[in-house]
């Protein structure tokens, strides 16, 4: 079992930038791949990105690619969304996701949809002005 909460949201004008910290609960964090999804009002929650447990290479929607940073701490059991030249389609409340791996240097099947994750967190609001 783990526990995710995210934190770092807010308001920001358009090109500005945010980040987002998403903090796990208990131990072997390494062995979580974690994923960032976001949800705006009346569209469904679609993938941003994801990270391996071990870390390395990450993978982002064309949306946000050239513009977000996935990364993670291991050892303070935390990963991170930087987001910068925000634009206001960015406006969505955003979920930190966990899914336990053996092998974490794998992307778990289905990593780019919500079902690819056992984990959420209770969202963090992120909304960019025009």
């Known amino acids: 079992q783990v526990q995710l909460v995210e934190s770092g949201g807010g308001l920001v004008q358009a090109g500005g930038s945010l980040r987002l910290s998403c903090a796990a609960s208990?131990?072997?964090?390494?062995?979580?791949?974690m994923g960032w999804f976001r949800q705006a009002p009346g569209k469904e929650r679609e993938f941003v990105s994801a990270?391996?447990?071990?870390?390395?290479?990450?993978v982002y929607a064309d949306s946000v690619k050239g513009r977000f940073a996935i990364s993670r701490h291991n050892a303070n059991h935390s990963v991170y969304l930087q987001m910068n030249m925000l634009k206001p389609e960015d406006t969505a409340v955003y979920y930190c996701?966990?899914?336990?791996?053996?092998?974490?240097?794998?992307?778990?099947?289905?990593?780019?949809?919500?079902?690819?994750?056992?984990?959420w967190g209770q969202g963090t609001q992120v909304t960019v002005s025009s």
């Open positions: 208990g131990r072997t964090f390494s062995n979580y791949n």
């Open positions: 996701a966990a899914k336990w791996v053996q092998y974490n240097y794998y992307y778990q099947s289905g990593y780019q949809r919500q079902s690819g994750y056992d984990y």
């Open positions: 990270i391996r447990g071990s870390g390395g290479s990450a």
